[in-house]
């Protein structure tokens, strides 16, 4: 399976083919409400998951907006399995920054040979979103992990799982555990009315065993500014890129060869409707604004991941993390916006028949409005106002 030498053009490639493939499978999958498990073991066999794995451990090295492309696409194709493999992609990026050096060469190295990660954060439950429960605690000369994850993406799909949970000192660690060990429990009972087959169910954690080389100290990453939470929020707008450029596709195939005209506009075919034709371009003109601006964020992300890793001076890290979290923050407010658009306005285009069951254009619109509640954009645009105006840096948050 593996290569001697990872390009980022080769997985870009890869990752087109399958999601031509996943476009053809989506409707049926979100019509039985089951998640597509055949696309994560093609994920795998392809090293998708080894794009943003630097070369000396064996991945591809690719670039931010190399990672935006490939998601955008994945998305497009199906965006249930885009969100499931989010998780993945951050523990990557994390790991680049947070993990030792031997985590590092033990934990890359598996995803470059095809290894995948899914995730269990979230709890409910806490005054505010983000608060976490799950303990790490000391057993002789190794760990138990004991909690509860409501929302797990990607648990089911994954040959690791990362588990956010706090420890004796009651600071943030991230425990990266087989996620067949026993004591994991992994529920498929996500019931959202979109992003049906994301995998995000729950995790029962039971008295689990954890070595000290799996677990990862993140809180000191916790308390200052970096590129990872930047990184997490270009993969969710490019999961919304993805719907869009869905919805647009179906839009103008539609359009194109199913609308009848309408009497008054005095054209004999459907596709030479002025109005129809409008609609399309709106739709267009949106989408495509927002993917470039999606990429332009993942360039500013890229140059504060490189400064990073390179060695820049503390003051130009800080500055560059700032840019890429206020660009970003503007991308994911545009492209959340021009998928709820797009997936909405599409039905303008095919009037009723286009909203019969059998087509399931419908699950465009549940996907996007599913995925586009993570975080609200009206503390984006808070933010970017804020700085804009006040020059007051955006928070610092591990989540986002």
């Known amino acids: 399976m593996s290569t001697p030498c990872l390009e980022p053009e080769f997985l870009l490639t890869r990752a087109k083919a399958l999601g031509e493939q996943l476009a053809a499978e989506a409707a049926e999958y979100d019509r039985l409400g089951q998640a597509n498990f055949s696309a994560f073991e093609r994920i795998s066999h392809l090293q998708l998951g080894a794009l943003r794995v630097p070369r000396e451990y064996g991945g591809a090295g690719g670039t931010m907006p190399d990672l935006a492309r490939l998601v955008a696409t994945l998305a ?20 680049r920054l947070m993990a030792t050096p031997a985590q590092c060469d033990h934990f890359l190295s598996r995803v470059a040979q095809g290894t995948l990660v899914g995730g269990a954060s979230a709890e409910l439950g806490g005054q505010y979103r983000g608060e976490v429960r799950t303990r790490l605690r000391r057993n002789g000369d190794a760990y138990v992990l004991s909690g509860e994850k409501h929302y797990s993406t990607g648990a089911l799909m994954g040959q690791l799982l990362k588990v956010l949970a706090l420890d004796d000192n009651d600071q943030s660690v991230l425990v990266v555990i087989p996620s067949d060990r ?29 070595d000290e080389q799996e677990v990862m100290r993140v809180h000191p990453w916790q308390q200052q500014r970096h590129h990872t939470g930047s990184a997490s929020q270009i993969i969710h707008c490019a999961i919304e890129v993805g719907i869009a450029q ?21 054209q004999p075919q459907g596709n030479k409707d002025p109005y129809l034709l409008h609609k399309v371009g709106e739709i267009a003109a949106r989408t495509h604004s927002a993917e470039a601006l999606v990429l332009w964020a993942a360039e500013q992300v890229e140059r504060a991941a490189v400064a990073r890793f390179s060695g820049a001076t503390a003051e130009e890290m800080e500055q560059l993390a700032i840019d890429a979290a206020v660009i970003t923050a503007e991308a994911k407010a545009i492209a959340t916006e021009a998928a709820l658009f797009a997936c909405q306005t599409m039905f303008d285009v095919g009037g009723a028949s286009m909203t019969l069951r059998q087509h399931g254009f419908d699950r465009h619109w549940r996907n996007a409005r599913t995925h586009t509640t993570h975080d609200p954009i009206a503390w984006k645009y808070r933010a970017i106002g804020d700085y804009r105006v006040n020059h007051r840096p955006p928070p610092i948050s591990y989540l986002y």
């Open 76 to 95: 497009q194709g199906d965006s249930s399995v885009a969100q499931a493999m989010l998780p993945h992609f951050v523990f990557v990026e994390r790991t």
């Open 182 to 210: 026993a004591g994991v429990v992994r529920h498929d009972d996500w019931s959202g009315m979109g992003q049906r087959g994301t995998l995000s169910g729950r995790t029962e954690l039971h008295q689990v065993r954890v």
């Open 246 to 266: 869905a919805a647009l596709i179906d839009a103008a195939g539609w359009a194109r060869s199913k609308v009848r005209a309408v009497r008054e506009s005095g």
